[in-house]
Each structure stands twice: as structure tokens, then as C-alpha cells.
């Protein structure tokens, strides 16, 4: 199994940053890959990054350009460096990992809020 705990997040003006994190503990070397998901209050959850152990990255339309997904594999973890932050990226950010490159996302960590207001 494999357990993923999520820190960093708070509240930011429009136009600041952050920093989440992802540690990874467990099975971690059963892990294809990691992402960042995120879910506003009334909406489905989305995927927003992806990163493979070989360092591919993918990110939703909506924040390509602004958010980096990287890895410290040293420390098994996972970072999203958000910038230029808008009100709309405001939602509870989700950690996640998966075994298999076509399977559903099947490790969740417990969220991490993040709130962008004026």
C-alpha cells in the first residue's frame, strides 16, 4: 500500500504562489506515477499534473504555464509550484499516485486547501 500525506497549502492573493507537497510512503516503488488533482465545492475532482518516475509531465489546460509538477525522489516526494494564482484555482488539492500507466488513480491523499482571494 501506499500512503500519501499533502502539506502547503493556505491562503494566497491573486497573483502570489505556493508550494504544495507530497510525501510518499509505503509501497512507493510499486508507484507509476504521481499527480495533483484538485476539487472546488459543488464540482467533479480534475486532474491537474502528472508526473511519471521517468519524469514525464503532463497538465491540464487551465494551468499549463503557471504550475510545475518536479520530484525529489531523494526524499520520495512530489511538489505543484503554483504561480500567478488565480481566485478560480481556489479547491481542495489532492495528492495521487497509480500502479499501471491506463488505470484509475488508486492512491489519494487526504487534501490540502488552497484558497486564492483578494
Known amino acids: 500500500q501506499v500512503q500519501l500525506v499533502e502539506s502547503g497549502g493556505g491562503l494566497v492573493q491573486p497573483g502570489g504562489s505556493l508550494r504544495l507537497s507530497c510525501a510518499a510512503s509505503?509501497?512507493?516503488?510499486?508507484?507509476?506515477?504521481m499527480g495533483w488533482h484538485r476539487q472546488a465545492p459543488g464540482k467533479q475532482r480534475d486532474l491537474v499534473a502528472t508526473?511519471?518516475?521517468?519524469?514525464?509531465?503532463n497538465y491540464a489546460d487551465s494551468v499549463k504555464g503557471r504550475f510545475t509538477i518536479s520530484r525529489d525522489n531523494a526524499r520520495n516526494t512530489v511538489y505543484l509550484q503554483m504561480n500567478s494564482l488565480k481566485p478560480e484555482d481556489t479547491a481542495v488539492y489532492y495528492c495521487?499516485?497509480?500502479?499501471?500507466?491506463?488505470?484509475?488513480?488508486?492512491?489519494w491523499g487526504q487534501g490540502t486547501q488552497v484558497t486564492v482571494s483578494a
Open positions: 495521487s499516485a497509480k500502479k499501471f500507466a491506463y488505470t484509475p488513480w488508486n492512491y
Open positions: 508526473i511519471t518516475g521517468g519524469g514525464s509531465t
Open positions: 509505503g509501497s512507493i516503488f510499486s508507484i507509476y506515477a
